[in-house]
């Protein structure tokens, strides 16, 4: 922690019982008394007493359940990401509290020095996960931390003096941000999702922009520019006179900071000097999309003095993450992909297009968000062969299939095991059976990874013949 992180915290409350709420409680516990005086924690209407909040209380902490009203006089509030800044909860905060800021705001303050943040609505987890290990692979110092898992509350008491922490944000985390400055700020395409909490398209873009906020002459912005509302943000973030990496799959921007793909190989020019790295086809991760995560990746990496020669290896030798694009096996000659983290519709647009058209069976939904599907429909009639739709959405997803004529096969199935089961039923050999939701989960599982380990379990009961 610097010097400046030592102020005195005095009062604090916590908002939220979650992961993020239980890191904060404890992190502020563990500066009791020298630098805060109480910790209040208020979970919220839907919680109740339980083993967490009972461990809470015997560290020292007062627990408040079953309610969104804050009472009491607090220095400080630390919103949990889940909980909008429109809400009567939030509200309440505000009335009883000098500030209210969110979590990685908190981390950032304590500790403010080498930091990456990496948004958009897809493919932050990718982009987040190869830029710190392209870091490690230079020999450099780096962590992952925020909406990818670990929230960096937890990750600043065990922190060196020279570990860059590289955080994927969500647009909750990133609207509750004020004095947050990173190094290196990553925007990679703003497309609709969580419009329920946002209700806007302005609001939501505006949370993701947050991140270039406190940016200076020094840092560096990489922004894709092949998105309407990126390259807008990039043409803002110019006009400030901020170095801005355009950032293009589709075509060679003219800028002194761009990346880009030359002939089918990763290209980052940085101040006009040009780093060629490798082949996209070289990359164990799939699709376009994900070589436009990789060019964001290797630009990180570049401008914190990583060499090109380790960038260029660690870009080949990453492997997919779980959930995301995944291999998950192969049986009688069909492939099994899991790429459940795609909750939303263009992120399953995106993944379609790392598979030759016409040879995939796609397993969509879960729970309805309410978003318009008339894009997605499109893409699955124009890129699968097959599509199961199951879960709550099964039904509204199916009719926007069947709106226009097509070759397509529409299934629908109540569960996943169901909808499992009819996909290999569909699936011939040489054939891709994807799961790529296009919803969230919560209509069946408590989160995606839940699902998505389902899907590989599924799988391998069928390699074992006991499907």
Not at 47 to 53: I, L, M, N
Not at 189 to 215: C, G, I, Q, S
Not at 329 to 336: D, H, I, S
């Amino acid at each position: 922690m610097t010097e400046t992180s030592q102020r005195r915290l005095g009062d604090v409350a916590v908002l939220g019982l979650g992961r993020t709420g239980e890191s904060v409680a404890r992190f502020f516990l563990a500066q009791m008394p020298e630098r805060v005086s109480s910790v209040t924690v208020f979970g919220g209407s839907a919680s109740a007493p339980g083993e967490k909040t009972q461990a809470l209380e015997e560290a020292g902490a007062m627990v408040v359940c079953g309610t969104d009203e804050v009472l009491g006089s607090f220095d400080l509030a630390v919103a949990s990401p889940g909980i909008p800044e429109d809400s009567d909860f939030f509200a309440s905060a505000r009335a009883h509290a000098a500030e209210v800021i969110g979590e990685p705001e908190l981390a950032w303050r304590e500790s403010p020095e080498r930091w990456v943040a990496i948004t958009g609505t897809n493919g932050k987890t990718t982009t987040t996960s190869l830029a710190t290990h392209l870091l490690q692979a230079s020999g450099l110092a780096a962590e992952s931390v925020g909406n990818i898992g670990t929230p960096p509350t937890e990750a600043i008491a065990s922190r060196g003096d020279d570990t860059w922490f590289v955080a994927e944000l969500s647009s909750f985390q990133l609207a509750t941000t004020r004095l947050f400055h990173p190094r290196v700020a990553v925007l990679l395409n703003v497309t609709p999702d969580h419009l329920e909490w946002h209700h806007t398209m302005e609001a939501y873009a505006a949370a993701k922009e947050r991140v270039f906020v406190n940016l200076g002459a020094g840092d560096l912005a990489v922004v894709s520019v092949d998105d309407d509302w990126c390259r807008a943000a990039a043409e803002r973030l110019e006009g400030r006179g901020l170095r801005v990496c355009r950032l293009s799959v589709h075509g060679e921007p003219d800028a002194p900071c761009a990346a880009f793909l030359r002939d089918g190989v990763l290209v980052v020019r940085l101040d006009g000097v040009e780093h060629a790295l490798v082949a996209a086809s070289e990359l164990k991760i799939f699709g376009l999309h994900n070589a436009e995560n990789a060019l964001a990746a290797s630009a990180v990496a570049l401008e914190l003095a990583a060499s090109e020669a380790d960038v260029r290896a660690g870009l080949v030798s990453f492997s997919p993450i779980e959930h995301r694009i995944e291999p998950a096996g192969e049986v009688g000659g069909v492939r099994f992909v899991n790429d459940s983290k795609a909750t939303n519709t263009d992120s399953v647009e995106k993944a379609l297009t790392a598979f030759d058209p016409g040879s995939i069976v796609v397993l969509l939904g879960g729970y309805d968000k309410g978003t318009d599907l008339s894009s997605l429909a499109r893409a699955v009639r124009e890129r699968c062969r097959a599509a199961v739709c199951y879960g709550a959405a099964g039904e509204r997803i199916a009719c926007s299939l069947e709106d226009e004529p097509s070759e397509l096969a529409v299934i629908r199935a109540p569960h996943l095991r169901e909808a499992f089961d009819a996909a290999v039923a569909l699936a011939r050999p040489g054939e891709t059976v994807l799961l790529s939701p296009a919803c969230s989960s919560f209509d069946e599982f408590n989160n995606m990874g839940e699902r998505g380990r389902l899907f590989k379990a599924l799988v391998a009961e069928l390699a074992a013949g006991e499907r």
